[in-house]
Each structure stands twice: as structure tokens, then as C-alpha cells.
């Protein structure tokens, strides 16, 4: 337990580290996950090829070879300073490479949770749009999307609570965030694992309860009785 | 092709989809061709490095990798599938004794990081590489996979149970006769995706230096001094398991859900066990 109190500092850097690249691969997953959607919804063929093979790519890969293959690419591309500052924040050039890696895995499963969420509202109502007269942009504006938009929350809420369990990941490559932390002090404090694991388990938990929480309020703002 | 989103497209919709179809295809060649010609220039496709990797002690370690992958994911998945199916029970029980610790046990690893798991069992209970991994991926997927079980076991309409009941049977024989038969088919599609994410999970033995896949690939890397090459290689080998097992999950769902057994029940949870998130472990 005293190991938990006297390294609280690091723990606390850790948890921190671990929520700035929850944030910045969440931001990134998304957009390019939302781009990816609309690719496989389209209705040209070519860029619905290039989000299924995007998807079927990232997605059967583990996420340590995306890591690993992203630290290994992106210097070699020529992009060498990807650090910057945000406030009093430094996030080194390493810490940028290991969050692309991240949000380039979650965007598929984000893809697939956004197109899950446009296919599962009925054509009819697009139909009944066209049919009183709504132009494509009216009918997407004011009856596709509101109605996508609600079917979209679970899924990507259970994304985004696997990219905060993911991030652990970056930990084999030592960005120094929550389970690097852990790994650390197990092999210096042996015989305190059990606490170690305790306490750093249960500040993931509480992400996830975070998470989790979120999305079924916001769920059930927007619920309708349909 | 018609979806929610659009018409089937005329004649001139169409034209100008062919147009587009050109324009996308040439932009994703170009980006393509710019990282190749750019890891060409850096030297990552250079002459020796073929002749590196043409050496067969260089396959048989892609060979021992694979291998120490799947002796960890089959003997991971197996033992899930039976943490699964007894949690799964006990959520359904009718005791609170049972319910209640099955429900802290399965929702704690559920939402506690794999990596973690690893190194805990490996740190505080075991000290053995194998078993440590196997146990952890035993403790997350078992977890994961007792909410399928339970969410398979729901679905069974609830007529089923009640006409059970009614001809005389005990809530043991109901389950054992009645429900878990007709929640088969949606487990087993189930089941089949989960293998996907072992195999991918079994990656981060890592952590306590488990040497399988990707660790075997890191070091063919090191060996032949190119690193993007054989992490690619490592990268095809788990697309092409992993992309077959989930054509066969597709499969194995159409084909149970046509029976007929699980009709509606089969399609309302085909979203929990199907569902992207679901998927997405490391």
C-alpha cells in the first residue's frame, strides 16, 4: 500500500499521459473513421474498396505491429519532429507516433461503427423524405443522420472504451503512461504487486466507468419512442 | 445498388461515379506510390536484404512465432470458452450468491486492460511466460465471452423457458434442454470472432517477452537491419488467419441463422457479438 502513496506522483503522470493520448487518438480515430464511413457508403465503387480493404487491413493486424510498424514508418517518411506543446504539455515526437499508431487501428473499428449506425436506419425513411419533396441534403440533414447518429452511440462508445484499454499497448514501447508506470514499480517494488495492480487497475476501471457512464446518459437524452 | 442514403443512380449519376472512381483510385495509387518510392529511396527495399531474408532459418523463426501464436491463442480460447460458459451461468442464476460475484468478477475484466492482466499474473501469481499469457487472455476473453453466452441465452424467446417450465421441468433441465441448444447458434459465430482477437491479443505476451509472432518478427528485423519488411510479413500472416476466421464467423451465422432455430432472437444479438466495438481488441 505505501508503494502506491509514496509513488503516487508517477502514477498520477501516468494516468495522465494515458488520458492525453485517449484524447488525441479518440479525435483522430474519429475523423478519419468518419471519412472511411462515408467511403463505404458512397456510392463509387473505388472508395468503397478502399475503406473495406482499409478496414480488413487494420483490423485482422495486432495492435503492437501497428505500433511497431508505425514507429519504424513514419521517421522513415521524412517526419521526424512531430512534437509540440500544449500549455505547459510537451508531447515528444514519440508520443505523437505512438498516438497515430493508435488512432490508425481505431479508426477502422470506428468506420465500423459509423456504417453500422447509417445502415441501420430504415430506407423507407429516406424514401418517405424524397417523396414529400426533400432534396438529398435536406433528407440527410433532417432525417438520415439524426436517426444515424443515435444508432451510432453504443458502438462507439464500446470503441472508444477499448482505445482507453489500448493504450496500455504503447507501454511496450515505453511511453512512459499508466501500465508502463505499473511495469516499473512491479520490478522495483516485487513484493507489492498485488497493490500495484490494485491501484492501477482500478484507475482504468474508472476510465472505463467514465466511458461507459457518458454514453448511456447521452444515449438517453436522445432516445425516442419509436 | 440502393441504400438509405441515395437512389439507384441514372445514367448520368453514373457517369460521373465512373469519373470519380478514376479520380479516387489515382489518388490512393499516388499516395502509395509516394510512401513506397520514399522507404525505396531510404534503402528499406535494398538487394541484400532480399538475400537476408532468403536464408531458411529465417522462416523457420516466422515458423517457431507462428507456431508459440497459436499454441497460446488455441490454449487461450479453449479455456475461455469454459470460463465463459460457467460465468455465464452464474449471471443467470437465480441465487445472489452465485449472480453477484460472478457479475464484480466478469465486469472487472472486463474493463481492465489485457496488458495489465499479463503482467499482474506474471508478476504476482505465476512467473511462468506461457501459462501467465494464457491464464490473462483466459481472464479477459472468458470475461467477454460469458456476456455473449448470457446475452445468447436471453435471446431465446421467452415462451420457450415458460413452456419448459410448464410441462414439468427443473431450471437446471431448462437450461441444459431448452435454452442452451437454441443459443448454440448464435455462440458459435460468436466464438469464431473471438479467436480473431486472441490471436491478436496474444501479441502482448510481449510485455513479460513471450516470444511469438510479432516478437519473432522484431527480431528477423534486428537481424536483417531493415525493420519494415519483416513486420510486414508478420502483418500478412495475421491478415490471412485473421481475415478467414471472420469470413468463416459470416458464414457460420448465415448458415445457423437459416436453420430457423433463433430466428428473431439471432438477429437482435448478432449486434453484441458482431458489433465493431466488440472487435476491437488489441
Known sequence: MDT???????????????????????????ILGTVLASFRVSPVRSLRAIGTSYVNTFRNTPLV?????????????????????????????????AALGLAAYTSAFVCEAVRSGVNSVDPGQAE??????????????????PQAFRAVIPPLASTYIALAKNTSVVAIFGVPEAAYVMRKLSNQFTTDVWFIFGGIALGYVAIVAILATASSLLERRLAVAR | MSTVLFDSPGPRARARHNVLTVVAVVIALAILGW?????????????????????????NAYGLGLAATLKAAVS????????????????????????????????????????????????????????????????????????????????????????????????????????????????????????????????LGQIVSYRELVAESQGIAQFVHHNIVPLCIAAVIYIAINYSLSKFAVYLQRALSQRGRTSEGATATSDVTFGPGANAGA
Open chain 1, 128 to 145: 418517405a423524405a424524397r417523396s414529400v419533396g426533400m432534396s438529398f441534403l435536406q433528407s440527410l440533414r433532417m432525417v438520415v443522420l
Open chain 2, 76 to 203: 487461450a480460447i479453449i479455456l475461455s470458452v469454459l470460463f465463459g460458459a460457467v460465468f455465464a451461468v452464474a449471471r443467470l442464476s437465480d441465487r445472489i450468491y452465485f449472480r453477484l460475484p460472478a457479475r464484480i468478477i466478469v465486469e472487472f475484466f472486463r474493463s481492465v486492460p489485457l496488458l495489465l492482466l499479463i503482467m499482474f499474473v506474471y508478476f504476482g501469481l505465476l512467473h511462468q511466460l506461457y501459462w501467465s499469457l494464457v491464464l490473462a487472455l483466459m481472464l479477459y476473453n472468458g470475461s467477454v465471452l460469458a456476456e455473449v453466452f448470457r446475452a445468447g441465452v436471453l435471446a431465446v424467446p421467452r415462451g420457450q423457458s415458460e413452456a419448459a417450465q410448464a410441462v414439468g421441468m427443473r431450471k437446471g433441465q431448462v437450461m441444459r434442454l431448452v435454452l442452451l441448444p437454441q443459443s448454440v447458434a448464435i455462440m458459435l459465430p460468436a466464438i469464431v470472432s473471438q479467436c480473431v482477437i486472441v490471436l491478436k491479443d496474444t501479441a
Open chain 1, 4 to 30: 502506491l502513496i509514496e509513488n503516487f506522483d508517477q502514477i498520477r503522470d501516468g494516468f495522465l499521459t494515458t488520458i492525453w493520448l485517449l484524447i488525441f487518438s479518440g479525435v483522430l480515430s474519429t
Open chain 2, 35 to 59: 510512401v513506397i518510392w520514399k522507404l525505396w529511396q531510404e534503402g528499406e527495399f535494398s538487394a541484400d536484404l532480399w538475400e537476408d531474408l532468403a536464408q531458411p532459418n529465417i522462416w
Open chain 1, 65 to 97: 505491429l501497428i505500433l511497431a510498424l508505425a514507429i519504424a514508418v513514419i521517421p522513415t517518411l521524412g517526419f521526424n519532429s512531430l512534437g509540440f506543446s500544449i500549455g505547459i504539455r510537451n508531447f515528444n515526437t514519440f508520443f505523437v507516433v
